[in-house]
């Protein structure tokens, strides 16, 4: 794969998970009696995982597939969440 098309979707994804991880962590604790969950940040970890996997040679295809698992799993809640609105 271009290295210049790899570094592209690393930037965008990271900033997707990124961006999503710290509006998570800010909204989980807006409730009444609830606290900040800390879980959120675990798709961070997960596509930093990714991306290390990325940078070693032999694990490029299996880090990014790890990299977008934390990106489809946050459109899969943007979907459902605007799914359930009826």
Known sequence: MNKIILIIINVITGLFVGINTLIGYGLSGIGEGSTNNIRIFMLMVV???????QLTLENKLIGLVITFIPVIFIILLFTVASLDTV
């Not at 596509?47 to 996997?53: K, R």
Request: charged letters at 0%.
């Open 47 to 53: 596509w930093i995982i990714g991306l290390i996997l």
